[in-house]
């Protein structure tokens, strides 16, 4: 990841992290802040990481149009991410459910 500079909120990731209650983190704040060079600096203390930015991945941000049903979110967005690994493991995966949607 090259060098990285710490800030200010990397001890309340690392809080969060170490929290035994923790929760999903939606990060939000001004352009260019460094916001994804924390998240990605703490994903490295993680087993498993996954990154889902609004902004690059839109549909993801439908979502969030029925309300903050937190529940339903995290069921989506697990959703969201399976297809998206599956499909980036195996492009046929892509294949294989647009056929079963015509269907």
Known sequence: MGQYLYRQIDQVLEDCKQSPTHKPLLL??????GKSSA?????????YYAEVNFESQQPA?????NGIDVKRIVLQLSLFLTFHFFAF????????INNLNND
């Not at 939000?28 to 802040?33: K, S, T």
């Not at 941000?61 to 149009?65: H, I, R, Y």
């Open 28 to 33: 939000r704040g001004a352009r260019q802040v």
């Open 39 to 47: 998240v990605k600096h703490l994903s490295l203390k993680f087993e």
């Open 61 to 65: 941000c439908e979502f969030f149009q």
């Open 89 to 96: 493991i195996n492009p046929i995966c892509i294949g294989i």
